[in-house]
């Protein structure tokens, strides 16, 4: 019934829907990403992306002039204020649900708390994986500070998910907040790995993250299978408040990562293409940490706070 509303609705605005489409009226996300894209920019490349994002090659070819380009939208926008309403089991998508925002904790070490899920150095003058009470204004309560003072390893830590790991063949989307306070003295990953104790003492990110962003002085990286690769379409900047999402399909093992900040905050792609693999791909398994590790001797301080996790849904709500 959904199928051949669609259909009439794309013929009724003047539009031809490939003959082999596949419509699956429960995937939201889709819809939200061209619409996205078409709003905002409706250039060649926003319709490649949405061509990419629905795996079929017709969708320029049905928008063959600037009204039908309108009709389009208007489509789209239509199709997504049905799906909030449409559901096989008339359900909406899961909330966030909180891993962590720090409030809870004693000032200092991170190493211990968190009823042992959180794991860093031993406290002393090496430890600089810590809980803040006094983060930049933009934060509310405490946040976690990798404060590594020009120490390896120093900043390092990590936590054990739980039940907020993401088995094999799941879906799940991670949200948390950044800043990042001197970007010329700072080198950190962050992200997640499928293993329980990871080395947070190693000087490689290679072997501890399935899926990772990072960041130096020169911007920020994206782990795409065995390779990080430089992100082109967010540019990071010194004490400015980092929304991050990623939207990780264990069943197909790859990823997507997104990005807001305050002054631009429609989540944003973080490459054209948007869609990496997890480092072992089909030999990852359950993720179940997620891991904060910092690289050589940098000195920036970088605050992190509200860790979410929405189990089998794309949520780029914050």
Not at 230 to 247: D, G, S, V
């Amino acid at each position: 019934m959904m199928k051949a509303f669609l259909a009439n609705s794309l013929k009724s605005s003047g539009l031809q829907a490939p003959s082999d489409m596949v419509w699956d009226v429960t995937d939201e996300l889709i819809w939200s990403k061209i619409l996205f894209n078409l709003l905002a920019f409706g250039g060649e490349t926003q319709f490649r992306q949405a061509e990419h994002i629905l795996g079929y090659p017709s969708l320029p070819k049905c928008i063959p002039n600037y009204m039908k380009k309108i009709a389009c939208i208007s489509l789209v926008f239509m199709i997504q204020l049905l799906l909030a309403f449409y559901s096989p089991a008339n359900s909406q998508p899961a909330s966030f649900t909180l891993i962590d925002n720090f409030d809870s904790y004693l000032n200092g070490s991170i190493n211990g708390q968190g009823n042992g899920d959180w794991v860093g150095n031993n406290p002393g003058a090496t430890d600089g994986a810590l809980v803040s009470d006094n983060p930049p204004a933009v934060f509310s309560g405490k946040t976690f500070l990798a404060n590594p003072e020009s120490v390896e390893f120093r900043g390092n830590a990590y936590r054990k998910l739980g039940n907020s790991g993401l088995l094999t063949n799941n879906s799940a989307t991670y949200y948390f907040q950044l800043l990042l306070t001197d970007l010329s003295q700072t080198n950190i990953s962050l992200g997640f790995s499928d293993d329980s104790s990871p080395n947070i003492f190693s000087s490689s990110t290679q072997n501890l993250f399935q899926a990772e962003i990072n960041f130096q002085s020169d911007g920020a990286r994206v782990r795409n299978g065995t390779s990080l690769e430089k992100i082109q379409n967010f540019t990071p900047q010194a004490n400015q408040l980092i929304h991050i999402w990623f939207l990780i399909d264990h069943a197909d093992d790859k990823y997507e990562l997104y990005f807001a900040t305050d002054a631009n905050p429609v989540p944003a792609f973080s490459n054209n293409d948007s869609v990496y693999d997890l480092k072992d791909r089909q030999s990852a398994g359950t993720l179940t940490t997620f891991v904060v590790q910092s690289q050589g001797t940098t000195s920036g301080d970088v605050y992190l706070d509200e860790l979410h996790a929405d189990a089998g849904s794309s949520n780029l709500t914050f």
